[in-house]
Nanobody, 118 residues
Framework: QLQASGGGLVQPGGSLRLSCAASGSISRFNGMGWYRQARGNQREMVARIFSGSGSTNYADSVKGRFTMSRDNAKNAVYLQMNSLKPEDTDVYYC?????????????WGQGTLVTVSS
């Protein structure tokens, strides 16, 4: 189970930090990340972190502004969002995945709403 939190209302240029807490060790996942999708909009991968290497990927739209990190001791990952823009307004979903030779299994948390508005 994944529990996302940290969304809210922020002014343009402001910051928020999203948290995603897992029930159990996050090291069992091959990776974790964040998607965003509001009703009627296309789902977009925002950021992800690979468990083995700790390397991260970001959507071009958030590079340089968002930073994803993890805390294995707390079984949690975080998304630090800086210089927020109105177009960042969306519902953000935490996810994780496991994979083997033949399949990838996703795990989804509930969304947390981020609203960037003056």
């Amino acid at each position: 189970q994944l529990q996302a939190s940290g969304g809210g209302l922020v002014q343009p240029g402001g910051s928020l930090r999203l948290s995603c807490a897992a029930s159990g060790s996050i090291s069992r996942f091959n990776g974790m990340g964040w998607y965003r999708q509001a009703r009627g909009n296309q789902r977009e991968m925002v950021a992800r972190i690979f468990s083995g290497s700790g390397s991260t990927n970001y959507a071009d739209s958030v590079k340089g502004r968002f930073t994803m990190s993890r805390d294995n001791a707390k079984n949690a990952v975080y998304l630090q969002m800086n210089s927020l823009k109105p177009e960042d307004t969306d519902v953000y979903y935490c996810y994780a995945w496991t994979e083997d030779e033949v399949s990838i299994r996703p795990y989804w948390g509930q969304g947390t709403l981020v609203t960037v508005s003056s």
